[in-house]
């Protein structure tokens, strides 16, 4: 589906824990089981083959890069005629119960839309959408007196909170026997789904999740700019090369008399240019943390006299970041860092309205000396999976397993106008080639529900702002050689709860956004590593190098 659609209202409640490629989360440690963690050649075995689709064609075809990553497709236009990929109605007559988190208005049971896609599915799936604030306190109630519903959406932002490496292989079903190999061919639009998302959802080399929205190359986000304003004056993307092209843009662009400042907060995007892994890494079979990592010393210590320089929009080193879109729109901060989610209709829709020639650009990864190779990590391919109940008979299980395939079907098909937008004339009409939801619709249809049980992969489309999807696409296309597997990528860990402290690091994490808005210095941080070290970070790098590294390796 649509990347942003998708992504606002849900992933990006998580903020960067839905980005984590490590997935790890903090729990129990029963000796039960080895708490989730995937091996190499195990999830080998239990992983679906993946199929590509071929059923709707885009206008910008993906393009593959290195560690097996691939961009999300792009459409300028929604599909004029939509195909159908799935024959027949899936279901058998079965009555089910899903729950879903809901960022908004809970629609009323057996409403139209609720209705119609019943009928077309051939079950009676009762939603029961629960509210997303509070879903991470509402799903451990369930779990704890054991009453799951039949389907549930369980987000890896929440991983923890519901206790997932427990949960995998006594509520949850095993659905390895059904989709392991070339099983999975039997639901082609789930056998399209990129097999980095099917990881998201393997715990203990056995696969239990189905994801939903998955990117094929997700990362973190991007350091933007204002692309309007910064070719008028004659600065292009290629231009810059290296940390110290920024601080060049820096000069060249701040004019605190004028309101204008080159930068907003850069540090999460630009950081990585200087090679920084999302946590660890290994040096010569051992274990070594970003923190330790010479590189960011060398990165806060540019970071910090950027702080210094008078580069950086005053308010944005007062932390104040609720505002930063108002004043990237306005021309107040010119170069900003940001999420996935940020580059979309809706941000040129904000950012027309403050200036028509408002244009939204990323520059390239770079490498901050200018000479090595740029590297960016791989995010996970998805935060958002969904579970069935261990409860179920193998016949309810492939009955829903064929519903899901019909939810996975690709953007623009029958069946994903269907889920995402209704019935035709009923909960929505045709606009210029586009559905748009009518008053019903709005109501009923238009609440996230369905896909977060199974959904098709993401694709870039930002209907009426046809540039938007030519630059983003063009972006990733420049940056799919750079991406890379991190250490420990998809591997599911499970760390004791005993070391939730030092794996949250959050003296360290606050003392870096002191240092990177220039209230303290270097040495403070090294300061911060050291105490975080001698107070619990030294026993869980030896927890991960012991427990995890040395018996079960990378990942990669």
Known sequence: MNRRAFVNGAVAVAGAAALSPLLSACGSGSSRSKGGTNSKSGLRAALPDYVPGQAVKPDIPSVHGAAGAFT????????????????????KGGSYTAVTPLWGTIPPAGNSFYQAVNKALGVNLTIKPANGVSYDTIVPTMTASKKLPDWIQLPTWWNAAFNMGELAGTQLADLTPYLAGGKIKKYPNLAAIPTFAWQVGAWEDKLYGIPCGASGMSLAGHVFYRADILESKGITADQVKSADDYMSLGKELTSAQAGVWAFGDVWTYLSLSWGLP????VKSGKLVHAYELPEFLEALDWHYKLAKSGYVHPDALAGNVNAGATRFYAGKELIQGGGTGAWNLSDHQSGTAANKNYRRGAFNVIAADGRSDPQIFLGAATGVVSYLNAKLSPNQIEELLAVANYLAAPY???????ITYGVEGVHHTMVNGMPS?????????QPTTYTFLASAPQVISNPGAEQVTKDYTSWFARTAPHVYKPVFYGMNITVPQRYATAAAAKSVVDTVIEVTHGLKKVSDFQAAVSSWKSSGGDQLKNWYQTEVLDKYGTGQ
């Open 72 to 91: 999300d497709p792009g459409f300028l236009t929604y599909p004029a005629k939509q195909i159908p990929t799935v024959s027949g109605t899936p279901g």
């Open 278 to 281: 999302p946590g660890w890494t």
């Open 412 to 418: 623009g098909s029958t069946e994903y106008t269907m």
């Open 437 to 445: 939801y009518t008053d019903e619709g709005k109501k009923y249809a």
